[in-house]
């Protein structure tokens, strides 16, 4: 599966909103550092579905409103 610019955007923005670090986000999300690097800093956008759902549901966890 491959991430969207958008998508890419979005967990930047919110790690980056919630400052976390690198090891954080990969303690958070269940996605590995050496992963979430590549992604972020060589353009890597091709992860397995495993990754693809870990993040997207991490980043739409982070804008859901609770009432």
Do not use: C, P
Request: overall charge positive; cysteine-free.
């Amino acid at each position: 599966m491959k991430l969207t610019e958008k998508q890419v955007l979005a967990i930047k923005r919110k790690r980056g909103e919630l400052d976390m670090s690198i090891t954080e986000l990969a303690n958070t999300t269940g996605v590995s550092k050496w992963t979430l690097i590549d992604i972020f800093k060589h353009d890597h956008r091709n992860v397995n579905s495993i990754t693809f759902k870990k993040l997207n549901d991490w980043i739409v966890a982070q804008y859901t409103v609770i009432n």
